[in-house]
């Protein structure tokens, strides 16, 4: 029997098919990425142009065996402080893991940067249930009563951060904490891949997962 090229049109009708679906796909991901960061855009400023608030909140990163907070972590803490310090708000709460012991209690390791450089105990709220952004942003509104909060955490990240606080109704306002050190490129294109993969998250969980 002769062999008309059927046999050979189909797969090239679901290679056009994959593709087309691919790009389709791909399209929707980035239009999910730029919306995070197109509607925080406007809410994060520069720490001098940081307003009044209720809470300053530092979301939880990684911290040493030792209980030492990482470089990234650090950042976040030092401009907090230098926030309060100048009155943006009265309280620092602290987000991230809490217990567990010395390595992994994110949450005891903020309060003690923070009080080792003059924040006084009684302004640091702890939250160790911030597992995550989202639930940070949430916790602050539905468990510590705030209204409003300027959110302290490294580029790569505030926008997320600003996107959730928002998207639950809480006024947040973001500030970039510069960099006390310089970081290598591996580990900034490490970190701002994985913000790509979780902005999109970010975006589904809020209004597709809800």
Partial sequence: MKNDGGDKVKPRRWRRRLVAALVFAGAVAAAMHEHVRWSAAAHVVAAQD?????????????IHADGKPFHVLQDRLETARELFARGVAPRILVSGRGGGGIAVDEVAAMRRWLQARGVPAAAIVDDGEGLRTIDTMHRCKDVFGARSAVVVTNPFHVDRAVFLGRQHGLEVTGVAAPPGVTY??????????????????????????G
Avoid: K, T, Y
Avoid at 50 to 62: M, S
Avoid at 187 to 206: D, H, K, P, Q, S
């Fill in 50 to 62: 940081a307003p009044q608030a209720d809470f300053l909140v530092v979301p939880g990163a990684r």
């Fill in 184 to 209: 290598g490129a591996a580990m900034m294109l490490r970190n701002r891949g994985r913000e790509v993969v979780a902005r999109i998250w970010a975006w589904l969980e809020v209004f597709v997962i």
